[in-house]
């Protein structure tokens, strides 16, 4: 269809060319219009459609360009800051707050909400932080600029040109060349300022070396030690002014104080700007007291498989490790597609330690949370680690070859596009009169398997196809490893690669296989279209017969008024004894992980609301590992 329509546009193409005559023109490009399903099988994409196996989502939004604002003024009080899921810019570069029904108390830098416990009280988990200095000051040039940070890549914030204004200096910053700056006129503000443009009346000697950081997010939460599953005891405002003292072992966590309070607390590494690089961090001294006990995610049943589970809130993000009763919450480490040991003991996982463009590492650490050790390095995009029954090798997929940038070019008119093709356009050469099809195709990355002894760290790469992803060891078969092979589940022969794959599904968006524990099922994801279409949980035989759904959105969510979307549902993990299936699914408006029978019957939260309510999942569809159950 789409050939004659071409053919059928070519004479009044050419007849249109032969009306300008000698015209000089190069090239015309003319966007073809939208036809309908009928006309045009593969409609034209109004976005990028990504290929079978596009890049994983590494370290999530820190890789997006952060809006240049204003930092709010330290003096300034807000006497409510509303919860917004995104902040608008205006025009002048600041935050524009729309009226949203949770309502959050909380005062900017300078009168920062109370964070408990309230006072630096001579305790062993408060000895030896830093308390700041109040040494009174005046500016001593004509204008003195303040920034937000201590140095001249930090933004003006404000400029000081009142010669009688009362300063008081609360710190310098390590080199000693900045001081931080309290001013007392309204419309001045707290920043940073060149200690050699203000006199101090007293010693400058005894000023503190402090390290600070702006608050990024809206409502910040609070809590009385480094971790989800320690008490929230406040909230800070968004650009809320705080003295860093100290981070936590795992560098996730830091220790923070709101300038003007005596409030003290921990808060997300991830949701501050700090003024300092992260290794020049003191170690911060940690709560001496247990965590405080998280609410069991339901009184444990005979319905729900013992066992622990380790869990990714995102690709590239903390992992965690929880009995599936509730109990024993902990945060492990931040990484990718982590994978329980057989025997339960240990984690694998990687580390995109160069981000998406260099090389990476696979790495172990312990259920405890300690010795996280590099077993294989200098490969590159390492994912989706699974181990073999006996718990001596890892299986994983690795980065090799392909195209790593999106391509265009332009073909004879009668050439269908590829499926994955956007950008359609008709290019039209004025002087040799002829109508050429132009169009863009993403990335078209190339993975492959590769096998890694863990006791002298040798490894053999293994064919699994183009676009081996997602390996899964059999474990009644250890000769046989299954992957996401970008068109169907392929089954590679490890110990004998030369016998190549086999073909177990044919549907080119079948992904995130695992065996049962006995071998004798494969539950993996799959979305009826290539893409745009929901997920699904299916099952099948190891041989690959034998196919079920045992997921899918009831109908009446696609009748409803308000047009909800389809259900996802992804990233399964069975039960030690191979009775239930864990998984992913957004079915109730955010990422959540459920828990169903095997064959798909009484689908059902793993874990409490309060429990639910601690995480916030991200998947990015590209087969991610988010859950692991021994």
Known sequence: MRQHIYLMALPFVIIMLSACGGSDTAETIASIPTLDSAAWPTAVATTPTPTATPFPMYGQAKAEAKAEVSIQSASEEIDEVTVVEAVPVRDDGRYEFEAQPQVIEARATGEAEAVEPAALADTDENRGLVELSAIAARIGRVEVEVRSGPGTEYAPIATLNDAAEPLTILGVDTSRQWALIEPTHAD?????????????????????????????SNGEPVRSGPGIFHDPVGALAINTLVQVHGINEAHSWVLVQPIGSEGLGWVRLQNLTIHSHIADLPPAPEPAVAPAEVEPAMTFREDVAPGRLVFSTASGGDI???????????????????ALSPDGQTVAFTVWDQGEAGHGTVRLIDIDGGHERVVHEFVKQPKGPDWSPDGTQLVINFQNGGRLEAHRSCHDAGRTPPMNAYDIEVAVNAREREARLCWTVPPDPHWDLRVINLADGRFEDVDGGTYAFRPAWDPVQPWRVVSDGGRGLLASDIVNPAAGYTLLTEQVTDGSPVFSPDGRFIAFSASAQVSGGAHD?????????????LTQTPLWVSVQPDDAPQWNNVSPAWSPDGTQIAFLTDRTGRWEIWLMNADGSNPRPMFSEAMNAQFTFTYNFVDERMLSWR
């Open 188 to 216: 001045s503000r707290l920043g940073w300022a060149p200690v050699a443009d203000v006199a101090p009346s007293g010693d400058l000697d005894t000023a503190p070396a402090i390290v600070t950081a702006w608050v990024e």
């Open 320 to 338: 965690f490790t929880i009995k599936t009763d509730g109990s024993d919450l902990r945060r492990l480490t931040g990484g990718l597609d982590p």
């Open 537 to 549: 949980i299916y099952r099948l035989n190891r041989d690959g017969s034998g196919r079920v759904r």
